[in-house]
């Protein structure tokens, strides 16, 4: 449980950082959640699950921007 709650501090982090930009980039991303305590696999495993259910989308290679669902999430886990 610990791990699981980490992981959703970290996802909270980038989900924060989209929210109050219109999109970022990758480098930008990483940075945050290193910066945060996590690592680069973390950061790629929590990215990827922030993807595959729709919380963030790709706008082009290595820009990310958070959706309308990804803002819904972000207010749950706040």
Do not use: C
Not at 26 to 37: D, S, T
């Amino acid at each position: 449980m610990k791990t699981f709650g980490r992981r959703m501090a970290l996802a909270k982090s980038v989900l924060s950082k989209l929210a109050d930009t219109e999109s970022m980039r990758w480098v930008a991303l990483v940075k945050e959640v290193l910066r945060n305590g996590g690592t680069p696999h973390t950061f790629q495993s929590i990215l990827q699950f922030l993807l595959d259910n729709e919380y963030v989308t790709r706008r082009e290679r290595g820009v990310y921007e958070i959706t309308k669902k990804g803002r819904d999430f972000l207010e749950v886990i706040i």
